[in-house]
């Protein structure tokens, strides 16, 4: 089902509603830009208005730490400036300003603002930046770093991620109010792009990192601080460290004998997906399917 035709009554009877449907990273939101906005926002806020109006209680919004952009003057914190660079990033600093205005103390709305995400899962992504790191160490014992390697980018694993959720379905309105935008990560999660090459080379043995002094500079780069989520989720807090992440995406990727060096021009790419399926004529611009 599209998120954008979700019928009402569909809604009826149910206690909390986890947002995930969307267009969910830079280079497909640069790429398909009117329908980002338009399931990234526009349909999350009509998604949010009909639970509400049905009687939901709890709406756990994925939103997203790129909203700060570029930031050189420390840890970005919930009440710094937001510096969106992105259709994607724009989609989530519109859906929480919208989604504000909805949450009152019969509908309770928490917003997290997740770090980059990694990790092995059954519907593997490897358009993320330690997964694609650990896909070409396996596959070909070199990483290419398409950046100067010096952006600043907070990550966490998927697993902390679903733990985080758990906790915002059910938390208290005394625990952050009727509407809660939280960054969640941790400080130890804050990373340069060039410092988790690095870390893959220490768990996958003789692998060429390759890195592009050449690039022009990335202005996606920003520290983040989790200080208010370790305060309201303090029992919710990240478990899986670094080292054990990129040691399960190995574990993982060898037992499905991976070993494609061009996977960045594959269905591991979302981004090659749905152009593929553009260009065969199976969806349209809006991203819909042509039945």
């Not at 979700?6 to 995930?20: C, G, Q, S």
């Not at 790129?66 to 970005?76: C, F, I, N, V």
């Not at 906790?167 to 060039?194: H, M, T």
């Not at 499905?256 to 981004?271: E, I, Q, T, V």
Request: proline share 4%; with cysteine.
């Amino acid at each position: 089902m599209d998120v954008r035709s979700v019928p009402k009554d569909l809604l009826k009877d149910i206690d909390a509603i986890v947002h995930l449907a969307a267009i969910s990273n830079d280079p497909m939101g640069n790429t398909f830009e009117d329908a980002t906005i338009e399931i990234n926002y526009k349909a999350s806020i009509e998604l949010a208005r009909k639970a509400k109006e049905v009687g939901v209680k709890s709406f756990v919004y994925a939103s997203s730490c790129s909203m700060y952009g570029y930031a050189e003057d420390g840890p970005r914190t919930e009440t710094s400036p937001l510096n969106p660079l992105t259709a994607y990033a724009k989609s989530k600093v519109f859906s929480e300003k919208d989604l504000e205005k909805l949450a009152d103390k019969n509908f309770k709305v928490t917003s997290l603002r997740f770090s980059t995400a990694c990790g092995m899962s059954e519907r593997l992504r490897l358009d993320l930046v330690l997964n694609d790191f650990v896909a070409c160490a396996v596959a070909s014992k070199k990483i290419t770093i398409l950046s100067d390697g010096t952006p600043w980018r907070p990550l966490i694993n998927i697993k902390d991620m679903a733990r985080a959720i758990d906790w915002a379905i059910d938390r208290d309105v005394d625990n952050g109010g009727v509407f809660l935008a939280v960054n969640v990560g941790s400080d130890e999660w804050n990373y340069q792009v060039k410092d988790l090459a690095f870390a893959v080379a220490e768990v996958i043995p003789d692998v060429d990192i390759s890195i592009n002094k050449d690039a022009q500079p990335d202005k996606r780069s920003y520290k983040v601080s989790f200080e208010l989520f370790r305060k309201l989720a303090p029992d919710y807090q990240p478990e899986v460290d670094l080292i054990s992440s990129i040691k399960e995406l190995k574990q993982g990727l060898e037992a499905m004998n991976f070993n494609n060096p061009d996977f960045r021009n594959s269905d591991y790419m979302r981004l090659k997906v749905l152009t593929r399926l553009r260009k065969k004529g199976l969806l349209n611009e809006r991203l819909e399917w042509k039945l």
